[in-house]
């Protein structure tokens, strides 16, 4: 399976078998000893793939921990496997879009990322992107994941700053920083507990303040005709 993975990476998933077997050690006809043809081949690859960056993009998260931390470490979880397995990375992507992955091997990969779809659905509750369908915030948020990565590989000296500011874009898209203000509001009002406004002053990703004037509007521009 690694030999396939190193194979479809550098010439694509139109590789002749017969050069898949070179570089797994085997015959061509050994090669089809563990897998009946190429879209099998294809289809268990896709799914260890999938399942490997899963498991990887998990690694140490806490499940009692507040949500945006939990968000952050599957974040850096995924892109340090990325940095780390460039060619698997290459390889996904091409079996991504590929016809030939069955799908059961598709849905056995959405069963992989069962756990990482509940922290992106519980990260958008709150946030502008709830009532958007799911799989179109999963399609954003896998752009945004793979110009970041692309970025963190061409730039590797610059790769945690551009993980951070992929994660920060991630975050203004779900609206997490929000989520956290209401989450703690919500905390305040439960204990009877009084709280200034926990946005103003609040340290944003860009390194402002919420509630600072930008654009000649307190808290952000103001929606309006474009000048």
């Not at 599957?74 to 091409?94: E, H, I, T, V």
């Not at 730039?155 to 992929?166: C, L, Y």
Request: proline share 5%; net charge neutral.
């Amino acid at each position: 399976m690694a030999a396939a993975a190193r194979v479809i990476a550098t010439q694509g998933l139109s590789a002749p078998t017969a050069v898949i077997a070179r570089e797994a050690g085997v015959s061509n006809g050994s090669l089809f000893t563990y897998f009946e043809t190429k879209a099998d081949l294809f289809s268990q690859l896709y799914l260890e793939l999938k399942t490997g960056m899963a498991v990887a993009s998990l690694e140490g998260l806490a499940v009692q921990a507040p949500l945006r931390e939990q968000l952050s470490r599957l974040w850096s979880n995924w892109m340090r496997w990325a940095m780390s397995n460039p060619g698997k990375r290459r390889a996904l992507a091409q079996l991504d879009v590929s016809d030939d992955i069955t799908q059961e091997s598709r849905a056995a990969s959405h069963q992989a990322m069962t756990e990482v779809a509940g922290v992106l659905e519980r990260a958008r509750a709150d946030g502008p992107m709830r009532d958007t369908p799911m799989a179109f915030v999963v399609a954003i948020m896998n752009s945004l994941a793979e110009a970041t990565m692309d970025f963190m590989i061409s730039d590797p000296a610059n790769a945690d700053e551009h993980s951070r500011a992929g994660f920060d874009a991630l975050c203004r898209m779900l609206g997490c920083l929000f989520f956290s203000m209401r989450a703690w509001c919500r905390l305040g009002t439960a204990q009877g507990v009084h709280h200034h406004r926990p946005d103003v002053g609040h340290r944003l990703p860009d390194g402002s303040r919420a509630g600072e004037a930008r654009h000649g509007h307190p808290g952000g521009p103001r929606p309006g005709k474009a000048r």
